[in-house]
């Protein structure tokens, strides 16, 4: 198992932490902006950050004890640990008292600011310069990130000062393929489907697996979302237009 520096550790912990830790101040001013008020909003913000440490917590100790080998032979529990996670943060979305939160005015904006965060992602070419990494996964991954991490705080601003609709769009499919290209190398290189060196075990240990297990599924949550509050924000213009052109 490889130990990293810890400045690595730093980045690669304090990253997902500070990700979940904007995106549940996000949720709650959502809250209020839906009108649900702080005594709402406040214990509904403070169950997602209780929800989601928990399972960043979680995610190390398992991965310390050696579950998410990415070996072949083993259980995929890494995967299985990644589909379930957004499973569950996509079926939480649809209560109706987090789904009136992130779907309130200025709500695209804040699911996207939390992703400035991945500029973290330069640890990536860290575990590469120490030769811990694939070039052919930990480049994708970590210049992608990189790239979402600087664009992400341009197109909430915009988005904040009620422009900006197509970027945040585009920004969003372009946050979602970086992950799915960062997914799908991993797992190909993970179970010898593309045979490169060094392997990508590192990517089933701590505190790498933090990002694979529960941070990867956390920010495919929020751009679904983004995506999803900005076609919300848009339904009521067209609603509004069609009895004008209709009436024409």
Request: hydrophobic share 55%.
């Amino acid at each position: 198992m490889y130990d990293p520096p810890a400045y690595v550790w730093a980045l690669t912990v304090g990253g997902p932490i500070a990700i979940a830790a904007t995106a549940c101040i996000g949720l709650f001013a959502g809250a209020e902006r839906a009108g649900l008020g702080r005594r709402r909003a406040a214990p509904l913000a403070g169950t997602a950050a209780v929800l989601i440490g928990g399972w960043f917590a979680a995610t190390l100790v398992i991965a310390g004890n050696g579950w998410y080998d990415t070996k072949p032979s083993q259980v995929p529990w890494l995967p299985i640990a990644a589909i379930g996670s957004l499973g569950v943060l996509l079926s939480l979305s649809r209560i109706p008292v987090v789904a009136s939160a992130l779907t309130a005015p200025g709500m695209a904006g804040r699911l996207v600011l939390p992703q400035s965060f991945r500029a973290a992602g330069i640890f990536f070419l860290f575990y590469l310069a120490s030769g811990h990494l694939p070039a052919a996964f930990a480049l994708p991954a970590g210049l992608g990130d990189i790239g979402a991490g600087i664009a992400a705080p341009l197109v909430a601003r915009k988005l904040a000062r009620g422009t900006g609709r197509r970027a945040a769009f585009w920004y969003n499919v372009y946050g979602l393929t970086d992950l799915t290209v960062g997914i799908t190398l991993g797992a190909l290189i993970s179970y010898r489907l593309l045979s490169v060196t060094p392997s990508v075990a590192p990517i089933g240990e701590p505190p790498l697996a933090l990002i694979t297990a529960a941070d990867v599924p956390l920010m495919i949550a929020m751009h679904i979302m983004s995506l999803r509050a900005l076609v919300k924000r848009s339904l009521p213009a067209r609603s509004l237009a069609s009895p004008v052109v209709s009436a024409a």
